[in-house]
Structure formats: C-alpha cells, structure tokens
C-alpha cells in the first residue's frame, strides 16, 4: 500500500488553528495527528477535548488520536465524542491492553498500540491481531521537534517480520523527528504512516513539503 502522512499539529501554531488546519485539509496529508499528553504519562500536557472537538469540526480528514496519558481506559468514549477515528494507547500505560483495544473498537474508532523506544517489538507477539495500528515511538514521546533515535530502523524492519509471520493488516507509523532526511529509510523498513510535526509546521511551505513526504515511493 501507499504509505500515508498525517501532520502533527503539536507543532503547528495554534494562535491560528483554522488556518492549519485548512492548509492539511488542502494538503496531500492523510490524517490529523493529534497528541494528548497529560503532565503524568509524559513531562508534558498538550491540549484535551474542547481542542479536538473544535479541530474536528473544521477537518476533513480522520483524526489519529495519540494518547500519552495514564489509565487511557477511562476516557475511550469521551474521544469517540470528540471526534476521533483512531485511537492509539501507550502499550506502558496499560495494565490490561487486550481489553483496552477491544474497548476502542466497541465504541467504534480503528485501535493501536504506541510503543517507547525501549519497548521491544517481541512484546505486541499476542495482541497484533487485535489491532488496526501500531506506532513506533521513534523519539521519547512529550515533545516535539526531538532527534529521532536511529535504532528505529531496526525496530521497524522487526515489526514488519512479526506482521508478515502473524497475517496482520495492521499500519505501522512512525513518530517522532521524522523528516525528508529518513522517511525514505523508513518506508523502505515497511512503514505505512510517517507522522511529522517539526519538519512540516516549522517550515515556509508546509503543504509543499507534506507532498515531498508523500511523492515518497
Ligand atoms: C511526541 C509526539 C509526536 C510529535 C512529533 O511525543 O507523539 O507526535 O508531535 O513531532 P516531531 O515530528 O516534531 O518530532
Ligand atoms: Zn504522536
């Protein structure tokens, strides 16, 4: 399949959201990427649901919802509210994954399983056929505008072997210091979602550069 990007709007400038969010919808960009952080999973928060609420009003576009939050379980629902159409949970964060997955599905989003840079591939050997997605952390998640971590690559290539080995149609995207300088690599190991923040939003032509990622083969 033709690999897919989806923009993360953690770096675009939120004093004019609707303007970013006019230029991705514009775009040849995929999805919405939209990281909720809450201050425990991560040093860091982000934004919560008024903020996705507001962003899917004016996208056209699925909204990929990545959440760097303890106890995801509790908010499933609430982000179906608010307009998610996938729903990705930190594979650390969860004490009873298989249920959390089957529970995104019930309430009707595509679920996936985020990794950290230090969780190896091996561990999702059980529960790959129960998701749609799986994000390979390639920075340690929080912020934006980070040094991707090389080992990736490696991490990525393992991940196709066990899909392939498994049956599974499940996307595997990648975020975090991706750009044009290792997308390429990337897509080649077998990734099928680049997510991006710094690379696009901190440029002068963000669409343009959404179209090299994309022009990608
Ligand atoms: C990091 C987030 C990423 C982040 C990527 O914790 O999960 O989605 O926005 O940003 P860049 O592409 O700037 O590394
Ligand atoms: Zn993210």
Request: net charge negative; hydrophobic share 45%.
């Amino acid at each position: 399949m033709k690999h897919l990007v989806a923009p993360s709007l953690l770096s675009a400038d939120f004093s004019n959201l609707a303007k970013e969010i006019e230029m991705v919808n514009n775009s040849l960009a995929d999805w919405f990427h939209l990281d909720i952080m809450d201050g425990v999973f991560v040093p860091n928060i982000s934004f919560g649901f008024p903020v996705v609420k507001a962003i899917k009003k004016l996208a056209v576009k699925p909204l990929d919802v990545h959440l760097m939050i303890v106890e995801p379980d509790r908010y499933i629902q609430d982000f179906k509210e608010a307009g998610a159409d996938i729903l990705t949970v930190q594979y650390e964060a969860c004490v009873h994954l298989h249920r959390t997955v089957h529970s995104i599905r019930e309430a009707g989003m595509k679920a996936g399983i985020a990794l950290n840079p230090h969780t190896p591939i091996n561990l999702l050997e059980n529960i790959v056929s129960d998701v749609d997605l799986l994000l390979v952390m390639s920075v340690n998640p929080g912020f934006g505008g980070q040094k991707f971590i090389r080992n990736t690559y490696e991490k990525i290539a393992r991940l196709k072997d066990l899909l392939l080995r498994k049956n599974s149609q499940a996307l595997i995207e990648v975020d975090g210091g991706v750009g044009l300088d290792n997308a390429q690599q990337l897509i080649n190991n077998g990734v099928d979602v680049l997510v991006a923040g710094n690379a696009i939003f901190n440029t002068t032509d963000p669409a343009e550069i959404i179209r090299l990622l994309k022009k990608l083969e």
